[in-house]
Structure formats: structure tokens, C-alpha cells
């Protein structure tokens, strides 16, 4: 199993898993890869031209790639890839997940967030997917990805929100320690018990990201937990965690602010 992590600050932004007969690949040997010939019904587009496509289309919005990763399979024909942006809040990157397949076994996709998490099992996590494509005969690549980026321009208001709320939600230790014990020990976050793991990196933090006593450090102590998980106890323990917090950090909320 290869993982790859890309952090700014030490805080997640996109995971790429290669674990399931895939190999990880630069972009530019994403140009070597073969590319079926088309059919009536099913049109194949080479990885490296979404990828070069995708990283124009962000360039004319003035948005960079500071960082991208690829994992193929062995026949060339699924590709699954993280490209960290140049757009920040807070310290915080964004990120895009991207898959494609020219073998018909699934859609060109893509997904976008702060955190982002994309396997060769399927697992497939953003805040937000603007790009789900079928490879028809129809499909304009340029079309269908700057109509996905102008998406997420519009989305990254809301998730700038979200994280600016959950890093001015301060927490008391008790706040937080009621936290672990409902997504835990009542089981209301239902994944793998790591309330240990939890517990010392939130409370005894070894970034400095982490010490903060609020509702973002608590999250980041969540994810940072769940990395030792198997890759799609992982993705499916990531993806539980934002519905579960945001629930503390609605008004409604019956923790104290201190």
C-alpha cells in the first residue's frame, strides 16, 4: 500500500491510497498511457489531457497547483489523482480529487475540499463533487471542466465559513472530552474506537496547529487519528466526521463558549 499525504502546516488537504493494483505515476508519464480507440457510444480521453486541461482551466481563474499526485492501473486505463491548490484560508490548502477510467468501469470525476481523499478502491471524499461525467460521444472536456471549476469557486465561500466557525467554536476541556464520549462511547460517530489516539493528540498536541481549544484542532485531532485505519475504514471514518461535529457547532448547541 502506498499512501501519499500532502499537508500545509501540518493540517490534511488531499490523500491519494494506491493499494489496489494501481502504481503510483507522474503527470508527465501520464502522457506514455494508451487510450483505447473511441466507439458509438463511448469516447475515451487520455488522463494527461483532463490533467493539462483541468490545470489551464484553474490557471485562467488564477489558481495554481503547488503540488499533484497519480496512481494508474496496470493496464493504463483507471487513473486516480490529487492536485493541491494555491488557494488558502486560514493556513488551511484546498485541494481536487480527479478519477477517470477509459475501461468504461466508471465516470470522470472530480471532488473538492480541505480535505480530500481518494483511493483505487472506490473511496472517492471532498466537500463538494461539481464534475460526474459518463464518457459519451458528446462529453466537451473544456466545457464540463470549467463549468466544474466555476463550481467550485462558488462553493469555497461555504466551506471558508465552516472553517472559520469551527476555529472560533472554543471548547472547554469538558466540552471536548463530552465529544469523545458521545462519538465513541455511545458509538453516535460509528466508526473504529480511537478514543485514545484522540484523546492525546487534542490534549497533548505535537503540532502546534493542534493546540487551539477549539472545535477545528478537535477535528484535525479526529483525522489525524483515523490515518492508522485501513484505507476505506479511513474514508468511510472521514466521512462521518463533519455531519457529527457540525452538530456542535450549531447555535443549538448545549456546550459552553469559553
Same mark, same amino acid.
Request: hydrophobic fraction near 40%; charged fraction near 25%.
Given at each position: ?95 481536487? *480529487? ?6 468504461? !468501469?466508471?465516470?470522470? #470525476?472530480?471532488? %473538492?475540499? @480541505?480535505?480530500? /481523499? &481518494? ?44 472553517? *472559520? ?6 471548547? !472547554?476541556?469538558?466540552? #471536548?472530552?463530552? %465529544?469523545? @464520549?458521545?462519538? /465513541? &462511547? ?73
Amino acid at each position: 500500500m502506498v499512501v501519499a499525504l500532502n499537508e500545509i502546516q501540518n493540517q490534511p488537504t488531499g490523500t491519494l491510497i494506491a493499494h489496489c493494483g494501481t502504481s503510483l505515476i507522474t503527470r508527465a508519464d501520464l502522457a506514455n498511457l494508451p487510450v483505447p480507440a473511441a466507439t458509438r457510444t463511448h469516447k475515451p480521453i487520455a488522463h494527461s489531457e483532463i490533467v493539462n486541461a483541468l490545470v489551464e482551466t484553474l490557471g485562467f481563474r488564477h489558481i495554481g497547483v503547488v503540488r499533484d499526485e497519480y496512481a494508474v492501473s496496470d493496464d493504463g486505463m483507471r487513473m486516480f489523482g490529487v492536485l493541491d491548490l494555491d488557494y488558502e484560508y486560514h493556513d488551511v490548502r484546498f485541494s481536487i *480529487g480527479i478519477r477517470n477510467a477509459n475501461d468504461k !468501469s466508471m465516470r470522470l #470525476a472530480m471532488t %473538492i475540499g @480541505y480535505r480530500v /481523499f &481518494v483511493c483505487d478502491n472506490m473511496a472517492f471524499k471532498g466537500d463538494f463533487q461539481p464534475v460526474f461525467a459518463k464518457h459519451s460521444n458528446k462529453l466537451d472536456l473544456i466545457d464540463t471542466l470549467s463549468i466544474g471549476v466555476d463550481k467550485m469557486h462558488r462553493n469555497f465561500d461555504p466551506l471558508k465559513h465552516q472553517l *472559520g466557525a469551527w476555529r472560533t467554536h472554543q471548547l !472547554s476541556d469538558t466540552d #471536548a472530552k463530552m %465529544i469523545l @464520549y458521545e462519538a /465513541f &462511547v455511545e458509538g453516535k460517530l460509528e466508526v473504529p474506537n480511537v478514543i485514545k489516539d484522540v484523546h492525546d493528540l487534542y490534549f497533548e498536541p505535537i503540532y502546534d496547529d493542534f493546540r487551539p481549544r477549539n472545535l477545528w484542532s478537535l477535528s484535525n485531532a479526529f483525522t489525524s487519528a483515523f490515518k492508522n485505519l485501513k484505507p476505506f475504514q479511513q474514508f468511510k471514518s472521514t466521512a462521518k466526521l463533519s455531519p457529527f461535529l457540525e452538530r456542535f457547532a450549531k447555535p443549538c448547541t448545549t456546550l459552553n463558549v469559553v
